[in-house]
């Protein structure tokens, strides 16, 4: 199950970021993920998309004990995001939802 939602989260994300190299030719987004946390002993999985341009980071965060919620914030690169994280519920989580994400912040 938790592989599942990572993929699920990968495979969106891999949908907007085609479509926002192809609509918006300024945003080049660089999408990583880390387990790091996980192999912290925290049992979540991160994913930044980041904006070398203007340095704006989007962290989304699947974390094991809410399965059916989707934490995520509008961050910079070089700053620690904000303790307080904006959530939605995971059905909600879409390819145009991480595309409207990208396009409205990286602009």
């Not at 891999?14 to 609509?23: G, L, M, P, V």
């Not at 192999?39 to 809410?66: F, W, Y």
Request: net charge negative; aromatic share 8%; with cysteine.
């Amino acid at each position: 199950m938790i592989e599942q939602r990572l993929q699920l989260l990968c495979d969106l994300t891999t949908d907007a970021h085609t479509r926002i190299q192809q609509d918006f030719k300024n945003i080049d987004p660089i999408v990583g993920v880390s387990q790091h946390m996980r192999n912290n002993g925290i049992p979540a999985d991160v994913m930044t998309i980041d904006c070398l341009r203007s340095g704006k980071r989007i962290i989304i965060v699947l974390h094991d004990e809410q399965p059916d919620t989707i934490s995520y914030q509008f961050s910079f690169k070089d700053k620690d995001p904000d303790i307080k994280f904006n959530q939605i519920p995971s059905a909600d989580l879409t390819a145009d939802a991480v595309y409207d994400w990208i396009g409205r912040y990286f602009k």
